[in-house]
């Protein structure tokens, strides 16, 4: 099995900064993409921003510049880094990741996700 669990969420002022982990633990043999996404009050849930385990980031373009994604393979652990926070930023973000595990002779891609932390952000 696999876990994936966040942490990092708060409450935090209008222009504040929070930085959001996930660790992913469990029976792997390595995370392949590794992502935020996010879901406010009666909207769909969105990506945040993404990276590979090469390092290739993307970001959804309202997140560009304020936002920063990175992750450390030795801990099986992704980071986001937000600033400049306003409050329609506001969301349970949640992280996903697509591993890989050895099934009897294959390999294949499973995917995962962790169960959200709240981000709050208001005066």
């Known amino acids: 099995q696999v876990q994936v669990v966040e942490s990092g969420g708060d409450l935090v002022q209008p222009g504040g900064s929070l930085r959001l982990s996930c660790a992913v633990s469990g029976s792997f043999v390595n995370i392949a993409a590794m992502g935020w996404y996010r879901q406010a009050p009666g909207k769909e849930r969105d990506l945040v921003a993404a990276i590979t385990s090469g390092g290739t980031t993307n970001y959804a373009d309202s997140m560009k510049g304020r936002f920063t994604i990175s992750r450390d393979n030795a801990k099986n652990t992704v980071f986001l880094q937000m600033n400049s926070l306003k409050p329609e930023d506001t969301a349970v973000y949640s992280c996903?990741?697509?591993?890989?595990?050895?099934?009897?002779?294959?390999?294949?891609?499973?995917?995962?996700w962790g169960q959200g932390t709240q981000v709050t952000v208001s005066s």
């Open positions: 996903n990741v697509d591993v890989v595990r050895r099934i009897s002779s294959f390999y294949q891609i499973f995917n995962y």
